[in-house]
Antibody, heavy 120, light 110 residues
Framework: QVQLVQSGAEVKKPGASVKISCKASGYTFIFSAIHWVRQAPGQRLEWMGWINAGNGITKHSQIFQGRVTITRDTSANTVYMDLSSLRSDDTAVYYC?????????????WGQGTLVTVSS | QSALTQPASVSGSPGQSITISCTGTSSDVGGYDSVSWYQQVPGEAPKVIIFDVDTRPSGVSNRFSASKSGNTASLTISGLQSEDEADYYCSSYRTGAAYVFGTGTQVIVL
């Protein structure tokens, strides 16, 4: 069965960076995209960006103004999301989600979420 | 980049039907048949309940249905049950290979 397993919770100071991993299993890794979505406490879902796991091409939301870097390691079936210059309002649960195959543009499987707390 | 607009909350009694709207622009909802809907129970990851505007994934109750007209998509829950109490988000593909979520709607079963 398809599974996305994320790395554990992180506590970071303002200005630091955080790197979260998302390990995929149960399907052919390079045939799908992986998206990153975050949710601040009590707030809505916010799309951050995605990577084509096959060719490594990425696209990021303009909201993050170059602070987000998404990479993948095909040998480990793992996608990484690096967020730099952290601020207190980056405190959120970060999810990875698989993009549906074919022409559908939805997210069919989600990781369990990683809580990132930014605090001095 | 603005979010899609949803009502903050919608309520109904068990057995009733409710509808949640999701309003965007011609660059997202109105321009593509790529609206999806997600159910999120607090503390859990979202779950897709509708994709490609009106398609239910296998295993999702047929009490959930959806449609789109112009720049507004809608999700209807029929025969409302207590287990439907959750937050619901729409999402759409947006011009430029981007995606956007809605503001979210809390469904309250009275």
């Amino acid at each position: 069965q398809v599974q996305l397993v994320q790395s554990g919770a992180e506590v970071k100071k303002p200005g630091a960076s955080v790197k979260i991993s998302c390990k995929a299993s149960g399907y052919t890794f390079i045939f799908s995209a992986i998206h990153w979505v975050r949710q601040a406490p009590g707030q809505r879902l916010e799309w951050m960006g995605w990577i084509n796991a096959g060719n490594g091409i990425t696209k990021h939301s303009q909201i993050f103004q170059g602070r987000v870097t998404i990479t993948r390691d095909t040998s480990a079936n793992t996608v990484y999301m690096d967020l730099s210059s952290l601020r207190s309002d980056d405190t959120a649960v970060y999810y990875c989600a698989r993009g549906m195959s074919g022409a559908s543009k939805a997210f069919d499987y989600w990781g369990q979420g990683t809580l990132v707390t930014v605090s001095s | 980049q603005s979010a899609l607009t949803q009502p903050a909350s919608v309520s109904g009694s068990p057995g009733q039907s409710i509808t949640i709207s999701c309003t965007g622009t011609s660059s997202d909802v109105g321009g593509y048949d790529s609206v999806s809907w997600y159910q999120q129970v607090p503390g859990e990851a979202p779950k897709v309940i509708i994709f490609d505007v009106d398609t239910r994934p296998s295993g999702v109750s047929n009490r959930f249905s959806a449609s789109k007209s112009g720049n507004t998509a809608s999700l209807t829950i029929s025969g409302l049950q207590s287990e439907d109490e959750a937050d619901y988000y729409c999402s759409s593909y947006r011009t430029g290979a981007a995606y956007v979520f809605g503001t979210g709607t809390q469904v309250i079963v009275l």
